[in-house]
């Protein structure tokens, strides 16, 4: 106890303040002793959309539960607002692959779920819970059932419910990748304007995909992992002008040097 104590003294470090989320010096091994990070850095300012990339297995996911607060680093920090997490915040939401409705309840009652577990009085819920549906689209539709709508209907409904709940930060996992293409489409172009509309409290968003088109689709700065252990070896800033084509130059020249990035690591694991 005393020696994590010291540990953790020795990589305390001032976190940048103009940061909404920031990990800094980020090693980590799973129990097994695969060691999956070294040294990651990756900061999310205001108002911007950060998606991480890399080759599968590299370790996507394990950061993203690290910037939830889900996984605790064996060395460095992250830092919400500049101050240091150690746990899992209401601050910031995870949205997983897979969509999560609640097939029982109704689109209102499922996005009241996450309102009533901070005990929120229920005339006031399903108020709150009205105007999520409504940021994301689904206005008129508050008493339809899961399986009363589409793929891209239910992953709204989990995007209102994760939004009713006033997090700070959204954390995305491959939050497209069970819907068809049309679909995902559709609910891409819309993403980002729900996400920073001046309706939600949402300070930026963290992505991850494998779906490269998507990425510069929507983030504003890409990380790309690589190697075993997974560094950064690459940041790009993505300046395009929004709505972003990815039939334009531009677009494919991005996507022509992300690939180059991503061959997968030759080291191999234990
Ligand atoms: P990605 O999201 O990039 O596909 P993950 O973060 O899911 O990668 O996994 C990173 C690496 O860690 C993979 O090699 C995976 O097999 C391994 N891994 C994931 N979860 C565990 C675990 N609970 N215990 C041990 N190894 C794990």
């Known amino acids: 106890m005393a020696k994590d104590l010291v540990r953790e003294s020795q990589i305390e470090k001032p976190s940048n303040s103009s940061s909404v989320l920031e990990a800094a010096n980020i090693d980590f091994s799973y129990e097994n002793g695969y060691k999956v990070f070294e040294d990651i850095n990756l900061s999310l300012n205001r108002n911007e959309f950060v998606a991480i990339v890399g080759p599968s297995g590299i370790g996507k996911s394990t950061l993203l539960r690290i910037l939830g607060g889900f996984l ?22 995870l949205i997983h692959q897979s969509i999560v409705t609640f097939p029982w309840m109704t689109a209102l009652e499922n996005v009241m779920v996450s309102l009533k577990a901070k005990h929120i009085p229920n005339d006031k819920a399903e108020e709150m819970a009205k105007e999520a549906l409504e940021t994301v689209g689904l206005q008129g539709f508050e008493d339809l059932y899961p399986k009363e709508m589409s793929g891209g209907m239910r992953q709204r409904v989990a995007i209102a419910r994760a939004l009713a709940a006033d997090p700070l930060v959204f954390l995305m996992d491959e939050p497209f990748a069970h819907l068809d293409e049309l679909t995902a489409e ?24 494998h779906n490269l088109t998507e990425v510069i689709e929507l983030a504003d700065v890409i990380y790309i992992l690589n190697n075993v252990p997974a560094t950064v070896v690459g940041k790009v800033q993505v300046d395009l002008p929004r709505p972003r084509s990815p039939r334009s130059e531009a677009f494919n020249r991005l996507l022509d040097s992300l690939y180059n990035y991503l061959t997968p690591p030759k080291v191999k694991k234990p």
Do not use: A, C, E
């Open 72 to 93: 605790k680093p064996d060395k460095g920090s992250v830092y919400l607002m500049g101050k240091k997490i150690n746990r899992p915040t209401p601050d910031i939401v």
């Open 186 to 209: 559709g609910l891409r172009q819309d993403i980002y304007n729900i996400l920073f509309s001046p309706d939600t409290p949402l300070k930026g968003v963290v992505l991850v995909s």
